[in-house]
């Protein structure tokens, strides 16, 4: 039966998956993995939202907001992802993730929060949400009671809206400053929103944080120089990045890490400009870390050149 106009696209069937269960091992695999190609595609076509809506996160940011992530089920965990992984890649703790029936819900379905929209406001006051902050609204759907409770609030307090959604007829359209909604079809199982659905905010959740984060010079070139050396492999991930970039051994690289207090921007500019830590830490404070660091990559080749 033909679907009606105003039918949810994430609870549509596809053409393409009719008949899943009869096909064999291979192709099934095969028919996932062509809808899936399509998510890029569909990403592509709201590049100009995406830009925006890290614009809005950079100034945010900058006058002492916060990018905060809003959702339910799967939409929330994805935008907890992003959020938990920003503190050790960027060293920032300025993405936060709002989840409904958080924690409980992280690990497993908990059934029915998603339709309290009273309940996301509560949740937002817990992480002291403000006028200074941007919200994303996570619903593939876009009519999340929840998440639209969420975004009402947030636009009562005055601050900007993005919404994040796989339904260009979403409810939640009406209540953001910027729409992203890239368009990935129905899913292989209709209504499995994990899916394509799923795909999509969180290749658009990379984005968000990780533009903002270098916009706000939170990386160097691609360097990672704001990492959090809690564990070995972060450890050795720094000292790579000294080595790389300061032209120092292993060894001296390890104890300029340890000199800065392991952070990494410090030991690099103590290398590069032989000066002390405290000196390094007032330096980086005024400016962006990755255009301070910049400067002095620059200067240090340049007197290079010249000998």
């Given amino acids: 039966m033909k679907p009606k106009s105003r039918e949810r696209i994430t609870e549509r069937t596809n053409p393409a998956s009719a008949s899943l269960d009869t096909k064999p091992t291979r192709e099934i695999l095969r028919i996932i993995n062509r809808e899936d190609h399509r998510v890029a595609a569909a990403i592509r076509e709201t590049l100009p939202q995406i830009a925006r809506a890290v614009d809005l996160a950079v100034e945010a940011v900058r006058n002492g907001g916060r990018l905060v992530y809003l959702g339910a089920g799967t939409s929330g965990r994805l935008g907890a992802l992003d959020a938990v992984e920003s503190l050790p890649t960027f ?70 809206v993005v919404a994040l959604t796989s339904n260009p007829d979403a409810p939640m359209k009406a209540l953001a400053d910027v729409v992203i909604h890239p368009v990935v079809g129905p899913e292989v199982i209709a209504g499995s929103s994990r899916m394509k659905a799923g795909t999509a905010q969180k290749l658009v959740l990379n984005m968000l944080s990780t533009a903002t984060m270098v916009r706000l010079g939170r ?48 030991a690099l500019l103590m290398v590069l400009k032989k000066i002390p830590r405290a000196e390094a830490a007032r330096q980086l404070q005024q400016g962006p870390s990755a255009q301070v660091l910049r400067v002095a990559l620059e200067k240090r080749s340049d007197a290079t050149d010249r000998r």
């Fill in 91 to 160: 060293g920032t703790d300025r993405v936060v993730a709002v989840v409904a029936g958080a924690p409980a819900s992280l690990t497993r379905a908990v059934e029915g929060v998603e339709d309290d929209p009273r309940q996301a406001v509560r949740d937002l006051n817990e992480v002291k949400f403000t006028r200074h902050d941007v919200l994303v609204g996570i619903s593939a759907s876009g009519r999340t009671p929840y998440v639209l409770g969420g975004m009402r609030y947030a636009r009562r307090r005055g601050a900007k």
């Fill in 219 to 266: 990386v160097l070139s691609n360097w990672m120089v704001h990492v959090q050396l809690t564990n070995g492999k972060l450890w050795k991930r720094a000292q790579d990045i000294l080595v790389r970039l300061a032209g120092v051994s292993e060894a001296e690289a390890a104890r300029a890490l340890k000199d800065a207090g392991r952070k990494v921007p410090v």
